[in-house]
């Protein structure tokens, strides 16, 4: 009997853990409520449960880390478009002083590139999200889940 409750507490014990780790990397998804929610939710998530055990400061620091990542190369992406939009604008500055208004032509050349643009932020979003599901999925079943692609800003 006492072997018993000893297992039911150290099952009990284990499947808080990995629903805690499980709500660290899920808390990303605040990120859609308010800026930088994907950084600072699960910041303050790990920062609360990291001394709790083990596998909630190593999963707590993957999430961060991975949200930290995805952000910098969502900026970067951003600023890879800046020069095309910059171009875009200049290219019809001459319409600008020679009819005084902007005319922004929507030729193949434009909508091609607001398409491609839509179509690889989408692509980078639903990766991004498809990650974060994985990972929270994979510590609920208690496995220590290592995002691809992420710069350890956090040791």
Do not use: C
């Amino acid at each position: 009997m006492h072997k018993q409750v000893l297992y039911n507490l150290n099952t009990m014990r284990k499947n808080n853990e990995n629903t805690n780790a499980f709500l660290i990397h899920i808390s990303a998804f605040a990120g859609l409520m308010f800026p930088f929610g994907n950084i600072i939710t699960p910041l303050i998530a790990w920062q609360t449960l990291k001394d709790r055990s083990a596998f909630l400061d190593e999963q707590g620091k993957e999430a961060i880390n991975f949200n930290i990542s995805y952000t910098l190369y969502i900026f970067l992406l951003t600023l890879t478009f800046i020069p095309f939009a910059i171009g875009s604008i200049f290219r019809n500055h001459d319409n600008f002083i020679r009819n005084n208004h902007f005319n922004f032509d929507f030729n193949f050349d434009n909508i091609f590139g607001i398409i491609g643009l839509s179509s690889i932020t989408g692509i980078i979003y639903l990766i991004g999200s498809m990650l974060i599901i994985i990972a929270s999925i994979k510590a609920k079943e208690g496995e220590n889940y290592k995002y691809p692609f992420t710069i350890k800003f956090i040791k």
